[in-house]
């Protein structure tokens, strides 16, 4: 029903800029971007839900920011002063109101449709 498809990524040094979107077909509630480096779990990162609320992961406060286009159905993920630890596949992902309401953002398994994913790449 929902399809999110990604656009954005690549490689950058660090201190660098990176823009990350996302635009989905059909109806979405609660909009989220995760990221997942080798060998680890994957982690929230910004979330958009009820009334505009936003959430950020601790390690990317003050330096990402989440936004949308409710005309054209568009999230966006704006990363700044980019860190080589930033490095990992990032994914958009939708998911029901419920997540917004209670503050779930960080919650991969209660997001349903995922983007395919791109990769970011931060160099030192």
């Known amino acids: 029903q929902v399809r999110l498809v990604q656009s954005g990524g690549g490689s950058v040094q660090a201190g660098g800029s990176l823009r990350l979107s996302c635009a989905a077909s059909?109806?979405?509630?609660?909009m989220g971007w995760f990221r997942q480096a080798p060998g680890k779990e994957r982690e929230g990162v910004a979330g958009?839900?009820?009334?505009?609320?936003?959430w950020y992961a601790d390690s990317v406060k003050g330096r990402f920011t989440i936004s949308k286009d409710d005309t054209k159905n568009i999230v966006f993920l704006q990363m700044n002063s980019l860190k080589p630890e930033d490095t990992a596949m990032y994914y958009c992902?939708?998911?029901?109101?419920?997540?917004?309401?209670?503050?779930?953002?960080?919650?991969?398994?209660?997001?349903?449709?995922w983007g395919q994913g791109t990769q970011v790449t931060v160099s030192s």
């Open positions: 059909g109806e979405t509630n609660v």
């Open positions: 992902a939708a998911g029901p109101s419920i997540v917004g309401t209670m503050g779930w953002f960080d919650r991969a398994a209660m997001f349903g449709v």
């Open positions: 958009i839900g009820n009334h505009g609320r936003t």
